[in-house]
T-cell receptor, first 111, second 116 residues
Framework: GQQLNQSPQSMFIQEGEDVSMNCTSSSIFNTWLWYKQDPGEGPVLLIALYKAGELTSNGRLTAQFGITRKDSFLNISASIPSDVGIYFC???????????FGTGTRLKVLA | DGGITQSPKYLFRKEGQNVTLSCEQN?????MYWYRQDPGQGLRLIYY???????QKGDIAEGYSVSREKKESFPLTVTSAQKNPTAFYLC???????????????FGAGTRLSVL
């Protein structure tokens, strides 16, 4: 099945640093979602994006829907230890029901 | 407390055995989905259902079966035909089925299936 290119695959950062990750696709999407998954748990929705160029924040998290509609970015500011986990993007092609998921960015925060 | 409940949390299957994973939601969502997650990979869609008594195959349906007799329940059976069933299985639901913008998926806590 089709998958998104998500990068980086993993990141090790110091507490307090900012984090950036992104997803790119060969398809145009009309919705982008960002999830966080803790080990052994289901993904939790962080941010939903619906329009090209849209910039949405949720606390220290900010996500953007790329202008080309083929990419999206997630930034985390001033990281803390509980930010540890796997972050997934998911995109949906207009006119379809299915979401396509990225392979995840594994984030580790060093105190 | 609204949400999606998956059970059991851990499940072991013997060779040749069918096992059933439970997914229940009390969010009054129309659509429900089953995904499989393997290490280092994105989620892959097994089956989905947009309405009671109807369901469609996803990308990796072979070796799996589902039913949707009630709006709040969408059980997944991993049959003996699925030769590599060890994975983390995730159930999701969304309030608006199909192609509408508000088709946002929310997930349960998952079931980890292992083969004995």
């Amino acid at each position: 099945g089709q998958q998104l290119n998500q990068s980086p695959q993993s990141m090790f950062i110091q507490e307090g640093e900012d984090v950036s990750m992104n997803c790119t696709s060969s398809s145009i999407f009309n919705t982008w979602l960002w999830y966080k998954q803790d080990p052994g748990e289901g993904p939790v929705l962080l941010i939903a994006l619906y329009k090209a160029g849209e910039l949405t924040s949720n606390g220290r998290l900010t996500a953007q829907f790329g202008i080309t509609r083929k990419d999206s970015f997630l930034n985390i500011s001033a990281s803390i230890p509980s930010d540890v986990g796997i972050y997934f993007c998911a995109g949906r092609v207009s006119g379809t029901y299915k979401y396509i998921f990225g392979t995840g960015t594994r984030l580790k925060v060093l105190a | 407390d609204g949400g999606i409940t998956q059970s059991p949390k851990y499940l072991f299957r013997k060779e040749g055995q069918n096992v059933t994973l439970s997914c229940e939601q009390n969010l009054n969502h129309d659509a429900m989905y089953w995904y499989r997650q393997d290490p280092g990979q994105g989620l892959r869609l097994i089956y989905y259902s947009q309405i009671v008594n109807d369901f469609q195959k996803g990308d990796i349906a072979e070796g799996y079966s589902v039913s949707r007799e009630k709006k709040e329940s969408f059980p997944l059976t991993v049959t003996s035909a699925q030769k590599n069933p060890t994975a983390f299985y995730l159930c999701a639901s969304s309030s608006h089925a199909g192609t509408g913008l508000k088709n946002i998926q929310y997930f349960g806590a998952g079931t980890r299936l292992s083969v004995l």
